[in-house]
């Protein structure tokens, strides 16, 4: 049988691993970065003594939105904004801390919460893509494997493959998202006096530093889907 990669006595090579070792090379390095950067700027104390939670609160009432309710949530980093019951939770290197990086990290959020008010369509779109985006993640190599097991059947691999696609794609579609709501935050801090200069603008590298999560992660999808098609989007083997 040849299998399309290098075959030796004793050993199979596949040379797709590369793909995978710099997909987690690079999330490897986005969460390095973000994570000194946040711990470098959770240093600096704003001027204003205000917490990230009295900065969310702040910015909430600011545009409007007073059925958004804060909660703390165990964990650091683990910030995030639900739509599904308007909750914002800020975790505890950010709901109750008076630094700069944690006002940045709640402001962001808070971002989230204004473009869920407003029907942002990326939001949408994404929020949509969350239980086909679990799908995808928890079935596609099940199938893929089982497809392998059963003579390469490429109905069941290659209903795997588009499974995972969809994963790639909320993957993709968060870019934008996440994007948005960091522009979002960084003119609200401004605008409304939260923070004042090398404040700003050291609210924007932490939002930029986590912004490269995102875009690693994506990087990561897309790699993985690649060696996904080269494994198993033809034949997958063929007989000699």
Not at 22 to 51: C, E, H, P
């Amino acid at each position: 049988m040849g299998y399309g990669y290098g075959y030796y006595p004793g050993f199979y090579f596949d040379p797709t691993y590369i793909l995978i070792i710099i997909g987690a090379l690079i999330s490897m390095w986005a969460s390095a970065r973000v994570k000194s950067t946040f711990a470098k700027y959770d240093r600096m104390q704003n001027l204003r003594g205000m917490t990230g939670a009295q900065a969310a609160e702040m910015i909430l009432h600011s545009a409007g939105i007073y059925d958004v309710s804060i909660q703390r949530v165990s964990g650091s980093l683990t910030d995030h904004y639900d739509p599904s019951s308007k909750i914002l939770r800020l975790s505890d290197s950010v709901f109750g801390r008076t630094s700069v990086a944690a006002i940045g990290v709640a402001a962001h959020e808070c971002g989230h919460a204004i473009q869920h008010d407003q029907g942002y369509a990326p939001l949408q779109i994404r929020t949509s893509l969350v239980p086909i985006c679990n799908f995808g993640s928890t079935i596609s190599w099940p199938l893929i494997l089982l497809g392998v097991i059963l003579g390469w059947n490429q109905t069941l691999i290659r209903i795997g493959i588009i499974l995972f696609c969809a994963v790639v794609l909320f993957q993709l579609v968060t870019l934008p998202v996440e994007f948005n709501a960091s522009s979002r935050a960084l003119k609200m801090l401004s605008s409304m006096g939260i923070l004042h200069g090398e404040e700003n603008d050291a609210a924007k590298k932490v939002l930029s530093a986590a912004a490269l999560t995102y875009v690693a992660g994506a990087a990561a999808s897309i790699l993985q889907l690649l060696r996904l098609i080269l494994l198993f989007g033809g034949r997958g083997r063929r007989d000699d």
